[in-house]
């Protein structure tokens, strides 16, 4: 159990029942903003809906009587007014029509709102994600949260406020059944009410078991999605078939799904069990109610026809005040998992302050001051100490092993993370100091894992710039100086032709057209003044990977460009080239300078020169 999860799961359960009604105002605000005409039409059915039983079960009252009188004149050799009688079977056939129609307008109305709610809530969710860091997403415990608001609360805001009409809806038939039996004793609605009380605490008590299980294991959840994923999707299948890992990988599914239901399975038998048992105490209460209304009525204390409406509104009754305490039973569970969605909705993003579009000197370049930074949980710095300065128009190669902190100085350029010490310039103005949409738009970067979109080509070169991801001239454009049109063209539907294998007729690319995609996008971006490729011929051949980069070095004379590679081929192009290790920068210089120096560069090198000899 991780250290947020656990401490979260018991401050909901100890907070009492109150505390956790808390969040049933907003579910009620959320599905009010979702469609008040809805929510309106929602709320009067409830109320018909409550009222109309009490009429049916007063109506089928005066029936009885009016039968009871009817045959009493006609054994006296009397006329009997059988119109007043079909009059009141009239009247009590349109209200139950009525209950019929209220019923069937609430189902419709809480169709159409779980439709519009769901999306409402799965927007949000999505809406929120897009405000976080990247900090969040490589942090496995916001990963429990974030599905578990996926899980259950698109579905929890209506619940909850069904459940608060159908508390409401009872409890306006349970008062007028309350003023029916009134009048035959006081103590008759005492046990009415008594009678329900045992099964609601104990619903109420496993709602709160079965929450805090469900938070518990998030964990093993989110691993049995994993697995699906790894067993079922078409990026993963030739090394699961390979390898031979289904049997092994669905072994560990079907373990961990066994040790979800033994879970279940034990807090179901429990449940159920003491729900039989408290349910044959709220039966005992109504045929102990029976035996009293009859015996009354043999006595001559209350007429048939009374009879007859006090045993419909104490069954009916006892079956409000069920609902009733299910209603708020069901309300405080939905409000257990309603906690699920506003403890990630709550998730506070960092802070934005910058404004700025321009910085004070545009030939200052990008500057980093001794930069630091250590991911989360992580004991060792990814990036120690990094100075570095790169001008307007030069060119950059990142080199070292893999883990040496590259990528990790790109993602700090990028805004991606923060440094934990030290500071980034860019045209002379801290990267905090400014606008996060402007300064992203100034930087192009294809990272060496790279999306591949299951959309269409154009579309998979056109996300570089969202603005103009549907202009077709632009992908073009991209794709040519990203060395990508002329393969594209021999598709079936050149710049239309789906990607990948999820959706009917896609199309799957190699390694290195993948490559060149990738390069088109950072192209999109034309107004990019910093261009940063990670690994970006890494699938070509020698060939390609030529002509690519004699074209690259033509497309960006007047830009910064940030090259991180292995192959020294590319690398010796650019104009500098810098060493990092262990998150340091070690040496930097030309590519005559480091080999001349006989360091690690020069070690580097001649290692991979003499595979090539």
């Known amino acids: 159990m991780s250290a947020i999860t656990q ?11 109150l505390g956790v009604f808390r969040y049933t105002r907003r579910a009620i605000e959320l599905v009010w903003s979702t469609s008040r005409a809805l929510t309106i039409a929602f709320a009067a059915l409830t109320i018909a809906a409550g009222l109309l039983p009490a009429g049916v079960a007063y109506v089928g009252k005066l029936i009885v009587d009016a039968v ?25 056939g349109a209200l139950v029509a009525g209950v019929a129609a209220a019923q069937r307008g609430t189902d419709f109305c809480q169709s159409l709102l779980r439709l519009r709610l769901s999306e409402r809530v799965n927007v949000m969710i999505v809406e929120k994600a897009l405000t976080l860091d990247l900090t969040h997403f490589e942090d496995s415990e916001f990963y429990d949260k974030l599905n578990r608001a996926r899980q259950e609360a698109s579905v929890r805001p209506l619940s909850l406020v069904t459940r608060t009409f159908t508390l409401a ?26 009678a329900g009380l045992p099964a609601f605490f104990a619903e109420t008590k496993f709602s709160g078991e079965q929450f805090r299980v469900f938070r518990w294991r998030s964990p ?14 078409e990026d993963h299948a030739k090394e699961v078939q390979l390898f031979g890992l289904g049997p092994p990988l669905l072994e560990r599914y079907k373990s961990i799904y066994r040790k979800l239901y033994d879970e279940e399975k034990r807090l179901a038998i429990r449940r159920d069990s003491w729900g039989l048992v408290l349910g044959l105490l709220s039966n005992a209460a109504f045929y102990g109610a029976y035996a009293w209304i009859a015996v009354s009525t043999v006595q ?47 998730q506070p993003p960092r802070p934005r302050l910058g404004k700025a579009v321009e910085g004070p000197d545009k030939n200052a370049g990008l500057v980093f001051e001794n930069v630091s930074f250590t991911y989360p949980g992580a004991e060792t710095s990814a990036v120690r100490d990094v100075s570095l300065a790169i001008r307007p128009g030069e060119s950059i190669a990142l080199v070292g092993l893999n883990g040496s902190g590259k990528t990790t100085l790109v993602k700090l350029l990028a805004g991606l993370y923060e440094p934990d010490h030290g500071r980034i310039l860019y045209q002379g103005l801290p990267l905090p100091e400014w606008d996060t949409n402007a300064l992203r738009e100034k930087i192009g970067i294809i990272f060496q894992d790279f999306v591949r979109y299951q959309l269409k080509v154009g579309e998979n070169i056109g996300v570089g710039d969202v603005r103009a991801m549907g202009d077709a001239e632009r992908w073009r454009e991209a794709a040519r100086r990203g060395r990508a049109d002329d393969f594209i063209e021999t598709l079936p539907n050149a710049y239309e032709t789906p990607l990948g294998r999820w959706f009917n007729r896609g199309q799957e690319l190699s390694g290195g057209q993948w ?34 980069f004699e074209h690259f070095r033509a497309a960006t004379r007047n830009k910064i460009t940030i090259l991180i590679s292995h192959r020294f081929s590319t690398v010796r192009r650019a104009d ?38």
């Open 515 to 548: 490559q060149r995609i990738a390069l088109a996008r950072a192209f999109m971006r034309s107004n990019a003044e910093i261009l940063v490729l990670d690994e970006p011929t890494a699938a070509m051949d020698a060939e390609t990977e030529e002509d690519v």
């Open 576 to 613: 500098r080239i810098v060493v990092m290790d262990q998150g340091r920068i070690v040496e930097q210089g030309t590519h005559d300078e480091l080999v001349a120096q006989g360091g690690r560069y020069a070690r580097l090198f001649e290692l991979q020169a003499r595979g090539y000899r």
């Open 7 to 17: 401490p979260a799961a018991v401050e909901v359960a100890t907070t009492g029942y």
């Open 169 to 194: 809806r009872n409890s306006i038939s349970l008062a007028s059944y309350a003023a029916l039996l009134f009048s035959f004793s006081p103590w008759a609605v005492v046990i009415l009410v008594v």
């Open 68 to 92: 009871v009188a009817a045959i009493g004149v006609h054994s006296a050799g009397g006329a009997p007014d059988y119109g007043a009688v079909l009059w009141l079977v009239a009247l009590e």
């Open 300 to 346: 001559g204390a209350i007429t048939l026809g009374e009879m007859t409406m006090y045993l419909l509104v104490f069954r009916q009754g006892q079956s409000a005040v069920s609902s009733m305490l299910s209603a708020i039973g069901g309300m405080y569970e939905d409000n257990l998992y309603l906690s699920n969605l506003y403890e990630y909705l709550e």
């Open 220 to 233: 093993d959840r989110r691993m049995l999605m994993y697995l699906e994923i790894v067993l079922a999707r």
